[in-house]
Structure formats: C-alpha cells, structure tokens
Nanobody, 130 residues
Framework: QVQLVESGGGSVQAGGSLRLSCTASESNYLTNCMAWFRQAPGKEREGVASIDSGGKTNYLDSVKGRFTISKDSAKNTLYLQMNSLKPEDTAMYYC?????????????????????????WGQGTQVTVS
C-alpha cells in the first residue's frame, strides 16, 4: 500500500504560480507511473500531467508550457509547478500512482474511469484562481 499526501494548494490571482507537492509513503515499483489529475465542480476528473519511472512526461494540451511535472525520488515526492495560472485551472487537484508504467501511454485518460485505473490516490488539494 502506498499513501499519497498532497499539499501546496491555495488561492492565487490569475497569472500567479503555485507548486503542488505529493509525498508518497514509499517510492518503489508501486509508483512507477504517477500523475496529477484535477476535478472542477460538475466536471469529470481529468489528467493534467503524468510521469513514469524513466522521467517521460505527458501534459494536457491546455497546460503545456505553463505546468511542469517532476519528481524527487530521494524525497519520495512528486511536484507540479504551475505558472501563468488561469481561472479555468480552478479545481481540486489529486495525485495518483500505480505500478503500471504503461499507464503513461493512456494519457490523458479521457476514455477511462481513472479512479479505477490508478491504484493509489491522495486526498486532493484545492487550487482557486481568481
């Protein structure tokens, strides 16, 4: 079992920046694929960015050039640096992990029930952009 704890959310004005963190209780094969998702009220959860154990990344088109996903294996921590934030980025942001590194190839996961696709989820952190 892997426990994921997100932090770093908050309220920011449009154009501002935030860095989300997701600390895993362990960093091993169970976290071969990690991702950030977001869910706005009344909308489905969508993949924002994902990264595999080799460092390969994918990004949602609307965040490319603004968001950067990275991870520090020594700290068991996944990050999402968010710059040039827009009101439409407002959502609850979730960290997810799974042993299957091939999940990276299914990004942005629009045809899947992501809650079932990824085995481990954090509790979420709210990002509000005004």
């Amino acid at each position: 079992q892997v426990q994921l704890v997100e932090s770093g959310g908050g309220s920011v004005q449009a154009g501002g920046s935030l860095r989300l963190s997701c600390t895993a209780s362990e960093s091993n094969y169970l976290t071969n694929c990690m991702a950030w998702f977001r869910q706005a009220p009344g909308k489905e959860r969508e993949g924002v960015a994902s990264i595999d154990s080799g460092g390969k990344t994918n990004y949602l088109d609307s965040v490319k050039g603004r968001f950067t996903i990275s991870k520090d294996s020594a700290k068991n921590t996944l990050y999402l640096q968010m710059n040039s934030l827009k009101p439409e980025d407002t959502a609850m942001y979730y960290c997810a992990a799974d042993p299957m590194s091939s999940l990276l190839n299914l990004f942005p996961y629009r045809d899947y029930r992501v809650e079932l696709l990824f085995g481990y989820w954090g509790q979420g952190t709210q990002v509000t952009v005004s």
